[in-house]
């Protein structure tokens, strides 16, 4: 039986601890150091927090003393099961939030009602969220169930409206809508329904009510043709299906004898549009909404968006919204495989306070995602991904990679991570080949720089330096929190004989990772011991870096 922590805070403050060997957990400030950690972002504390605040103003030592007696405590109570809870290190302590549960609901009293700790900053902090439950409430599962509904946010396509009468122009019509499905099918975030199933919604008058109640989508494509001289004119309607609104419309003409050729291109705009709007909207949505309150889709949509925003705020609120996800639809192999993808970027990012421990937790994730459905294209990306970048393990990754795409052709991050890997082995032409093909199959991209990153490193190892730039200032444009993307600009710069600017841009890098060294980067990144590496190196220590 796996190992949970079930906590309630409001009232009397209980800590039991499942699995095995249950038992619950009996003194006050053992009880109140649970409850700070669980309540904590990302369920970690610095030490002098809770020395601090458990044990006042003593001196230092003393308050060291008594938290790591505290701790020691605990160890002595939960046995092997303490490290599977708890990860300990020299400046901070962390509740693993993976495995906890929040029993009760603030309706059950004051919170931490029971425990009577007098120090004055434990006062503090109770006090203020006393004055303000619902700083935890979203902790508290108090909307039913039933009204959460499905993990991906559903879209389709209707057959656009004809105006006139021309023959011609109804099969074009249809066309498009089944072009207009199948670019988005390719997404992992969105459940597309067929235009076969809306196309006889369009014969005939209908309302948003009865699409939304027949096809049960969140969102829908409409729109109109017709002939204007020489010219096929398209003009798209982009609806919520709840609302009726029109959030968007766009206009594309081409000439008549063209349309079929120049549309797929004509298109992209199209369907990237759908994908910024829903995760714009996803993010809107979760803003300042508790847990309870927020639909399955926009858990998903909006924690894989906040991932790759450029604020630690958000990738921080990504990994609450992607377990609150998880939690909700344990056996959806997709979002334990978005998790991996968030510990993996922490570590490689070395955003990570344990990075022997996130990197357990991105294999134990795509383990789990792969588990559910060995068979998932995206699944096996992910844990080809967890493979290369954080054990190194090339081969591991690129089997991963072509079972991918064995799977499903058109996994356009299956082509991105596998052109990456070409990178890293220094096989330029393949690498810009595989990004290329990425480019083309994204057909909705909430995280473009994070293609444009890897782009980057595709073209240096392709030696195209000023196109490395190019894309690495783009990426950087969009999210300038991505570490191995300023290492990559470093190395193009220096390449194009700009030394100035490449100092620059190393010491951006060391202000935003101060413990980055050429060791560090020699021990932990796959590309280190090939050529594509062996360049990086050399840009780095010629711009200053040791």
Request: contains cysteine; aromatic residues 8%; negative net charge.
């Amino acid at each position: 039986m796996a190992t949970k922590l079930e906590i309630s805070l409001f009232g009397t403050c209980v800590v039991r601890i499942t699995g095995d060997e249950p038992q619950e957990i009996r003194g006050a400030k053992h009880r109140a150091l649970f409850a700070i950690l669980a309540t904590a972002p990302l369920g970690r504390r610095t030490r002098t927090y809770l020395q601090q605040t458990l044990w006042g103003d003593t001196s230092y030592d003393a308050g060291h003393q008594n938290l790591r007696r505290a701790l020691s405590d605990l160890r002595g109570m939960l046995g092997d099961e303490f490290s599977t809870l708890l990860h300990v290190t020299n400046s901070d302590v962390e509740l693993d939030v993976e495995h906890v549960t929040f029993q009760g609901s603030p309706n059950d009293g004051a919170f931490l009602e029971d425990l009577n700790i007098r120090e004055r900053a434990y006062q503090d902090w109770v006090q203020t969220i006393r004055a303000n439950p619902d700083q935890v409430a979203a902790l508290f599962r108090t909307t039913p169930r039933v009204q959460f509904g499905r993990p991906r946010p559903r879209v389709t396509a209707l057959p656009l409206k004809v105006v006139g009468a021309d023959p011609e122009l109804g099969v074009l019509a249809d066309w498009v809508a089944e072009e207009t499905c199948r670019s988005l099918s390719r997404s992992n975030l969105l459940t597309v329904i067929s235009h076969l199933s809306s196309r006889a919604m369009a014969s005939r008058s209908f309302d948003i009510a009865d699409i939304r109640a027949t096809l049960n989508v969140d969102y829908l494509i409409t729109g109109t043709m017709r002939r204007f001289k020489d010219e096929i004119v398209v003009d798209f309607d982009f609806m919520d299906a709840r609302s009726g609104n029109i959030l968007w419309n766009r206009h594309l003409s081409c000439p008549a004898g063209e349309f079929t050729d120049q549309l797929q291109g004509r298109l992209i705009n199209v369907i990237q549009s759908i994908g910024r709007t829903i995760a714009d909207m996803a993010i809107s949505y979760v803003r300042d909404r508790p847990l309870p309150q927020i639909e399955d889709h926009n858990l998903l949509i909006a924690g894989v968006s906040l991932m790759h925003k450029r604020q630690m705020r958000d990738f921080l609120k990504s990994r609450e919204l992607l377990i609150e996800a998880a939690n909700r639809t344990p056996d959806a192999a997709e979002i334990h495989a978005w998790l991996g993808k968030w510990y993996v970027l922490s570590v490689f990012n070395g955003w990570t306070v344990d990075a022997k421990d996130d990197t357990q937790k991105a294999l134990d994730h795509t383990a789990r995602a792969l588990g559910i459905d060995p068979e998932s294209s995206f699944s096996l990306t992910i844990d080809g991904f967890a493979h290369n970048n954080l054990l190194q393990d090339m081969a591991v990754a690129e089997e991963r990679y072509n079972m991918a795409l064995e799977a499903n052709p058109n996994e356009s991050l299956s082509w991105l991570l596998r052109g990456t890997l070409m990178a890293f082995q220094d096989d330029g032409k393949a690498a810009v080949r595989g990004i290329e093909t990425a480019r083309t199959l994204s057909p909705i991209d909430p995280f473009g720089y994070f293609y444009d990153s890897l782009a980057s490193t595709a073209y240096v190892a392709a030696e195209d330096y000023p196109k490395a730039l190019e894309f690495a200032d783009r990426s950087l444009a969009l999210n300038d929190r991505h570490l191995s993307t300023l290492r990559t600009r470093v190395t193009a710069l220096h390449f194009l004989g700009r030394t100035d600017d490449a100092r620059v841009t190393a010491q951006e890098l060391m202000r935003r990772q101060p413990d980055f060294s050429l060791d560090y980067y020699r021990r932990t990144h796959p590309s280190a011991n090939h050529q594509v590496g062996q360049r990086v190196i050399e840009a780095l220590t010629a711009a200053g870096i040791r």
